[in-house]
């Protein structure tokens, strides 16, 4: 099976997991996700594949889906619960972030095969650690804002699709050129550093286009999750 399809399915794996939980837990879940989703979109991000004809990191689906849940948190319960979603998620990511550099520091066994992997998937600069934690903060914050500023103007169901989409598309731009600014400007030749920019900006404005379906899916589900949080 080709990356393309792969990562398709993989995209509709991972989105109809998100509504499972969802479903199960209410707004507990979608809370959980949040955490969740960020800490191993920051270890899949790690794996880079080719897909539709460019290099792409594979952690874009898992950190769309909390943009999804950010919006789902908004649309049904108020820009209040988005907010704390979105420090929850800073929160778990910064921890990690801070755990993690510190289990780098013990010196391991003669017999120990974890080191390398460890030092692959978590010994990132701290030009990118920074990069990575004030893109998401900022970005999921100002989907939070702009979301609430769209459904002002077009809060009918009808236009769901504009509010959901045009505040991921827009607040994902803004997390790739964030993101790149502080981790990658001054490293590459900005020929090299706009190409990252791009490419890592396409797979996140395909991930929100593929997550509207989901989004009316979830503001269909019935309210009666509020039993597990009220």
Known sequence: MSNEWLWIIFAIINFSLLLGVYRLFGKTGLFVWIGMATVIANVQVVKTIELFGITATLGNILYGTAFLATDILNEKYGKKDAKKAVWLGFSTLLVMTFVMQGALLFTPAEGDIAQSSIETIFGIGPQIALGSLTAYIVSQYFDVWIYTKIRK?????????????????????????????IAFYGT????????????????????????TPFMYWAKSMSRKEEAFND
């Open 153 to 181: 103007v077009f809060h009918s169901n009808r236009t769901l699709w504009l509010r959901n989409n045009a505040s991921t598309m827009i607040s994902q731009l803004l997390d790739s050129a964030i993101f790149c600014a």
């Open 188 to 211: 590459y030749p900005l020929d090299i550093w706009l190409e990252i920019f791009l490419t890592t900006y396409i797979i996140k404005f395909i991930v929100a286009a593929l997550d």
